[in-house]
């Protein structure tokens, strides 16, 4: 922004030279009705006459003037420029998602087609967003039903071959399932639904109950804590579960044998994955929810997409993931 002129100073600039012209024309007729001439004016024996006339006559109404209309000015231009500052403010604090416009009802006339023009432009990126959205969500749903078929069949098939192409097919179905469940929570922050109430603990015990079995299977154990009672958070339970499931399965895989991952639903609004790895810090965090990053525990049956999709989850939710790294924990954090 440095070097660049703005409008409020092309006005002061304007309202100065309107007031220069002002007193020179003053001047001029001052001199004028006193019969001045340009001698007058510069002769040494008739200076002082004339500075004490023109000061008289002229410098002292036009201070009077000219102070009060500064002031006037500037705190027009200033009231004049507050709605587009306002309106810049609220951009910048608006959530990353889509729906976000400029609220034009009290913008002056003049910042009209601007600020319509930014609000169109909005309007396509948010149509072309869906229209993708929609596609991917599309193809996922027309994958799985010959996947589903395909896997049938394999379970009539014996060998390694047919185990070996099962796990390709386990791993395709978990790729589609990622890829629509990251179309949905998109086009859900697109065109918001509803939000629920939703108790954490609850959820924490439920998607506990549903994965034991196989953790157990594994080699592992699980474990579920409740510390602050049932808080609940207003999102969708679904996408906030899936988040949830995403962090435990990454914790599990990070765990090694015979150790136990526990999920902690508090204190307040928080829900905690503790494993018994080496613990994450919040830099690889974020190096690892971007897609397709991975770290040496990540599952080799993905696209890397597991902690970028429960991203993408606890932004629509107004939240955030975070990593301590000593208590060896990932954490949901909604707000209060």
């Given at each position: 922004?440095?070097?660049?002129?703005?409008?409020?100073?092309?006005?002061?600039?304007?309202?100065?030279?309107?007031?220069?012209?002002?007193?020179?024309?003053?001047?001029?007729?001052?001199?004028?009705?006193?019969?001045?001439?340009?001698?007058?004016l510069?002769?040494?024996?008739?200076?002082?006459?004339?500075?004490?006339?023109?000061?008289?006559?002229v410098?002292?109404?036009?201070?009077?003037?000219?102070?009060?209309?500064?002031?006037?000015?500037?705190?027009?231009?200033?009231?004049?420029?507050?709605?587009?500052?306002?309106?810049?403010?609220?951009?910048?604090?608006?959530?990353?998602?889509?729906?976000?416009?400029?609220?034009?009802?009290?913008?002056?006339?003049?910042?009209?087609?601007?600020?319509?023009?930014?609000?169109?432009?909005?309007?396509?990126?948010?149509?072309?967003?869906?229209?993708?959205?929609?596609?991917?969500?599309?193809?996922?749903?027309?994958?799985?039903?010959?996947?589903?078929?395909?896997?049938?069949?394999?379970?009539?098939?014996?060998?390694?071959d047919?185990?070996?192409?099962?796990?390709?097919?386990?791993?395709?179905?978990?790729?589609?399932?990622?890829?629509?469940?990251?179309?949905?929570?998109?086009?859900?922050?697109?065109?918001?639904?509803?939000?629920?109430?939703?108790?954490?603990?609850?959820?924490?015990?439920?998607?506990?109950?549903?994965?034991?079995?196989?953790?157990?299977?594994?080699?592992?154990?699980?474990?579920?804590?409740?510390?602050?009672?049932?808080?609940?958070?207003?999102?969708?339970?679904?996408a906030?579960?899936?988040?949830?499931?995403?962090?435990?399965?990454?914790?599990?895989?990070?765990?090694?044998?015979?150790?136990?991952?526990?999920?902690?639903?508090?204190?307040?609004?928080?829900?905690?994955?503790?494993?018994?790895?080496?613990?994450?810090?919040?830099?690889?965090?974020?190096?690892?929810?971007?897609?397709?990053?991975?770290?040496?525990f990540?599952?080799?049956?993905?696209?890397?997409?597991?902690?970028?999709?429960?991203?993408?989850?606890m932004?629509?939710?107004?939240?955030?993931?975070?990593?301590?790294?000593?208590?060896?924990?990932?954490?949901?954090?909604?707000?209060?």
């Amino acid at each position: 922004m440095s070097g660049r002129v703005s409008v409020g100073q092309r006005l002061s600039l304007g309202l100065s030279l309107i007031g220069l012209f002002g007193v020179i024309a003053l001047i001029a007729m001052v001199s004028l009705q006193y019969g001045f001439t340009a001698d007058e004016l510069l002769h040494f024996s008739t200076l002082a006459y004339t500075r004490n006339e023109l000061i008289g006559h002229v410098g002292l109404p036009i201070l009077v003037l000219l102070v009060p209309t500064v002031l006037a000015a500037r705190w027009v231009i200033l009231r004049a420029f507050r709605p587009l500052e306002a309106a810049a403010h609220a951009i910048e604090a608006a959530p990353t998602e889509r729906g976000v416009r400029i609220d034009d009802r009290d913008m002056p006339a003049e910042a009209m087609p601007f600020v319509a023009a930014i609000n169109r432009l909005l309007d396509r990126l948010d149509s072309v967003a869906r229209e993708q959205e929609a596609f991917a969500a599309d193809v996922a749903h027309e994958l799985r039903t010959p996947l589903s078929i395909l896997s049938l069949e394999l379970d009539r098939l014996e060998g390694r071959d047919a185990i070996a192409l099962k796990e390709e097919v386990t791993a395709m179905r978990r790729l589609i399932d990622q890829l629509l469940l990251m179309a949905q929570v998109n086009v859900e922050a697109a065109a918001p639904l509803p939000a629920k109430s939703i108790d954490l603990a609850t959820l924490a015990e439920d998607l506990v109950a549903r994965l034991a079995p196989g953790i157990i299977a594994g080699g592992r154990d699980i474990a579920v804590e409740v510390e602050d009672g049932h808080v609940a958070v207003a999102g969708h339970r679904e996408a906030i579960m899936a988040a949830l499931r995403n962090l435990v399965e990454n914790a599990v895989r990070a765990t090694p044998a015979g150790g136990t991952v526990t999920v902690v639903a508090g204190p307040g609004t928080r829900l905690r994955v503790r494993d018994e790895g080496p613990g994450l810090a919040q830099d690889d965090l974020m190096r690892l929810m971007q897609r397709h990053e991975r770290d040496a525990f990540a599952s080799t049956d993905g696209a890397g997409l597991g902690l970028a999709i429960a991203h993408r989850i606890m932004v629509a939710h107004r939240g955030q993931i975070l990593a301590q790294q000593e208590a060896r924990e990932l954490i949901l954090s909604f707000q209060q």
